[in-house]
């Protein structure tokens, strides 16, 4: 068996401002580093053998702060990297509806319908095609091992859905908080959920804050 401890980064000002970020390499707050010195703290007694990372730095230093409690390493994986927004990135989500009016819609409405427009912009599809492969490494790579990863709110939600065999239209009906914690386990090829976006390191059982942008 392997078991993952699946995180989301920290929070950046583009989170608060509702500023897409994708694949901008966007730097943690001060309040973002604070959340993840929180949620090292809170796992510096959980064993964990490895430890694998988005390579933006959000991530990164999320993961690196949890590592080094651990003195471990941690690994870069580009499959693990935010879905890119193309056109979308960088942009304010105020702007995004008023400019793509009917994608912006849909993106919320059939998220698995869309593909972002513009060079680079991809699809969740597109996101699946790249996650779903570096977790079935990690269950043969890791087996009998815990392994922390740490990525993007996209990237769980997906990663989430289709190791559950859920549609990615499910996309919204999963929330990943700022630094939340999710453990997923394989055996024998299968895959079950044990815990989801938990935020109890926060000091709160759930968040009543939505953000805008991914």
Same mark, same amino acid.
């Given at each position: 068996?392997?078991r !993952? !401890?699946l995180?989301r980064?920290?929070?950046?000002e583009?989170?608060?401002? #509702?500023?897409?970020?994708g694949?901008?390499?966007?730097?943690? /707050?001060?309040? #973002?580093?604070?959340q993840?010195? &929180? %949620? +090292?703290?809170?796992?510096?007694d959980?064993p964990?053998?490895v430890?694998l990372s /988005?390579?933006l730095q959000? +991530?990164f230093?999320? +993961?690196?702060?949890?590592?080094?409690?651990?003195n471990?390493?941690?690994?870069k994986?580009?499959?693990?990297?935010?879905i890119h927004h193309g056109?979308?990135?960088?942009? %304010?989500?105020?702007? !995004?509806?008023?400019?793509?009016?009917?994608e912006?819609?849909?993106?919320? &409405?059939?998220?698995?319908?869309?593909?972002?427009?513009g060079?680079?912009?991809?699809?969740?599809e597109?996101v699946r &095609?790249?996650v779903?492969?570096?977790?079935d490494?990690?269950?043969a790579?890791?087996?009998?091992?815990?392994v922390?990863?740490?990525a993007?709110?996209a990237v769980?939600?997906v990663?989430?859905c289709?190791?559950?065999g859920m549609?990615?239209?499910k996309f919204w009906?999963i &929330?990943?908080?700022?630094?939340? !914690?999710?453990v997923?386990?394989e055996q024998d090829g299968?895959?079950?959920?044990?815990?989801?976006?938990?935020?109890?390191?926060? #000091?709160y059982l759930?968040?009543?804050t939505d953000q805008?942008?991914l």
């Amino acid at each position: 068996m392997v078991r !993952i !401890i699946l995180v989301r980064h920290g929070q950046t000002e583009w989170n608060v401002t #509702g500023r897409y970020q994708g694949q901008e390499d966007t730097p943690l /707050s001060a309040y #973002g580093r604070e959340q993840g010195e &929180k %949620l +090292a703290r809170s796992l510096k007694d959980i064993p964990f053998d490895v430890c694998l990372s /988005s390579p933006l730095q959000r +991530a990164f230093i999320t +993961a690196k702060l949890c590592a080094d409690l651990h003195n471990l390493s941690v690994e870069k994986d580009e499959r693990l990297t935010e879905i890119h927004h193309g056109d979308w990135g960088g942009r %304010l989500t105020e702007e !995004i509806e008023s400019l793509y009016a009917d994608e912006f819609k849909a993106w919320h &409405k059939a998220p698995h319908t869309v593909k972002m427009p513009g060079a680079g912009g991809e699809s969740l599809e597109d996101v699946r &095609k790249r996650v779903r492969p570096a977790f079935d490494d990690y269950a043969a790579r890791f087996a009998g091992k815990t392994v922390l990863v740490a990525a993007h709110d996209a990237v769980n939600k997906v990663i989430v859905c289709d190791l559950l065999g859920m549609g990615i239209d499910k996309f919204w009906q999963i &929330k990943q908080d700022n630094t939340c !914690i999710n453990v997923l386990e394989e055996q024998d090829g299968k895959w079950r959920l044990v815990l989801l976006n938990s935020t109890l390191h926060m #000091g709160y059982l759930f968040s009543t804050t939505d953000q805008k942008g991914l």
